[in-house]
């Protein structure tokens, strides 16, 4: 038996991995029992020495009965630790078939062996022990035979009736899918598939009705809850009208502040200084600028480098730089004719040359698309030159930044800083 518990040690470096499928869920108070298997793992060879030395001192003593019962508690130990690999395998591979895949891609043979290999010795060492202090047959018959034992028997069997009773239900069930929810949005619309839709995320394999049940539990428990509200909202009319209320809250708050921003773009609204040719304003968002590219999509090695942060262009591209906090009050003017150039008020004012190859010049945030800014290539293909004045929000007061983007004829490519 010594041979084997030293042979088995090296295969300690491969321990199993309680739930190796990550869409298991598992209980909490079932893991605060699995924590003890890693320090046990590790002492699986000590303990087999310590039943072998308690065994071999109880016999040179002669009190065998003793050392036998002792024997079995580290080995017993040993055999629940490195035994329950393959029945966690067995269970996950029940409850979730991803773990098939899983182990599909390992091969399947192989995957096993990888998972349950540095059991084996350990556990035939654990069962070679057993036997080596098993009580003689005719004792164990006169045991088993006896008025007490039957007793114990019979009460063990209606005690353990007794504690699976509660858990008789917890058969598997119906898991409604990503598939049968369709175009449903889940915290707009109530009911039982609104919120089987909504939890999937959380608990991709957790039957419906297990699921029903517990956002009901929850729903009953609000707002002492230990989930996030909107998890329950589909089913749970107490969270539900608390969620419409921030909701509308937001929504309010949110008209507030474009109704503000606005109120300061129209107050900042440029006036021309000779007659323009047309005038677009518009108020936007973007987190990455503003852009017009005409013929394609820019490519990282086609974006243009931007002249003191402000402005950049390649044929058929140009590139505003604008701050991503805050909204953007943008106006575009075309000439037909080079306009004075203005400076007072202006943060930052660059000019630079465009040329336009097919005569579709709009200036828009890539991410969201064109805006109500028109085309600015008023005169069709060819180039242009393009003024680009920046003033920074308030930040303060949280109001937005300007852009004002004067357009008009001119070939040179040379560029223009007339205030930094």
């Excluded at 890693?38 to 001192?57: E, I, K, Q, S």
Aim: with cysteine; proline share 6%.
């Amino acid at each position: 038996m010594l041979g084997i518990i030293f042979r088995s040690g090296g295969s300690l470096a491969l321990l199993w991995q309680v739930g190796f499928c990550s869409s298991v869920e598992i209980d909490s108070g079932v893991w605060a029992m699995l924590r003890w298997r890693t320090p046990l793992r590790y002492a699986a060879v000590f303990l087999l020495v310590l039943a072998f030395g308690v065994h071999w001192g109880s016999v040179r003593r002669g009190c065998e009965p003793v050392g036998r019962t002792i024997t079995r508690v580290p080995v017993g130990a040993v055999l629940l630790t490195h035994g329950s690999g393959a029945l966690i395998l067995a269970l996950e591979l029940g409850a979730d078939r991803y773990c098939w895949t899983t182990l599909d891609k390992l091969g399947f043979l192989r995957g096993v062996r990888a998972f349950l290999i540095a059991d084996v010795a350990l556990v035939l060492a654990a069962l070679c022990a057993l036997a080596a202090v098993r009580v003689p047959r005719h004792r164990l018959r006169r045991l088993t035979r006896s008025r007490r034992f039957k007793r114990a028997a019979v009460g063990a069997a209606a005690s353990g009736l007794l504690c699976f009773l509660p858990v008789a239900d917890l058969g598997s069930g119906p898991v409604t899918g990503r598939d049968a929810c369709g175009t449903v949005e889940p915290l707009t619309l109530r009911g039982a598939l609104s919120f089987l839709c909504n939890a999937r995320s959380s608990f991709p394999t957790m039957p419906d009705h297990h699921l029903l049940a517990y956002g009901r539990k929850q729903c009953a428990a609000y707002p002492n809850i230990h989930v996030d509200v909107s998890l329950i909202v589909p089913i749970c009319p107490a969270a539900a009208r608390q969620w419409d209320r921030e909701i509308a809250a937001e929504e309010a708050e949110i008209e507030r502040r474009d109704a503000v921003n606005q109120a300061a773009c129209d107050r900042s609204g440029h006036q021309p200084l000779i007659t323009p040719v047309g005038v677009a304003r518009d108020r936007l968002w973007s987190e990455i600028g503003l852009a017009a590219f005409e013929d394609h999509e820019l490519t990282s090695d086609e974006v243009p480098a931007l002249h003191h942060d402000l402005v950049g262009s390649t044929p058929g591209h140009l590139v505003i730089g604008t701050g991503a906090e805050a909204q953007i009050c943008l106006t575009a003017e075309t000439y037909r004719r080079r306009p004075p150039v203005e400076v007072k008020f202006w943060d930052k004012v660059v000019e630079i040359g465009y040329e336009s190859p097919t005569g579709d010049f709009v200036i828009m945030d890539p991410m969201s698309g064109p805006g109500t800014v028109p085309n600015l290539a008023f005169l069709g293909k060819g180039h242009y030159r393009v003024r680009v004045h920046y003033r920074e929000p308030l930040w303060e007061r949280d109001l937005p930044q300007h852009i004002l983007v004067m357009v008009f004829p001119g070939a040179s490519e040379r560029v223009i800083t007339h205030k930094r």
